[in-house]
């Protein structure tokens, strides 16, 4: 069965960090571009950042420039995503998705494999 996983959410204070993780399961994760998406109550799902299958291409929504970072670990099969200076709006489902082709997109129907999210919630 082929699965993402993702694991790191939680509830944080404004201003503070999370690290995202992201795994698969019955595939090479290291042989996907890779994004991270998140969906806010009552809002659309949209891109947060995307890493290429080599790690060297990586984008960011305007939102998150300057507070995230996303990495991979192709050798562990992970893919990760920095968050630092955590707002309010920064809350919502995470979820990665594996995109076969090796580029960096935002575009979700470009991926092909998806995670079921993990919360994150950034309140006092």
């Known amino acids: 069965q082929l699965q993402l996983v993702e694991s790191g959410g939680g509830l944080v204070q404004p201003g503070g960090s999370l690290r995202l993780s992201c795994v698969a399961s019955g595939f090479t994760l290291a042989d996907y571009g890779i994004g991270w998406f998140r969906q806010a109550p009552g809002k659309e799902l949209e891109g947060v950042s995307c890493?290429?299958?080599?790690?060297?291409?990586?984008a960011y929504a305007d939102s998150v420039k300057g507070r995230f970072t996303i990495s991979r670990d192709n050798a562990k099969g992970t893919v990760y995503l920095q968050m630092n200076s955590l707002k309010p709006e920064d809350a919502g489902i995470y979820y990665c998705?594996?995109?076969?082709?090796?580029?960096?997109?935002?575009?979700?129907?470009?991926?092909?494999?998806w995670g079921q999210g993990t919360q994150v919630t950034v309140s006092s």
């Open positions: 998705a594996a995109d076969h082709r090796p580029m960096c997109t935002m575009t979700r129907d470009e991926y092909d494999y």
């Open positions: 890493v290429s299958k080599s790690g060297a291409n990586t």
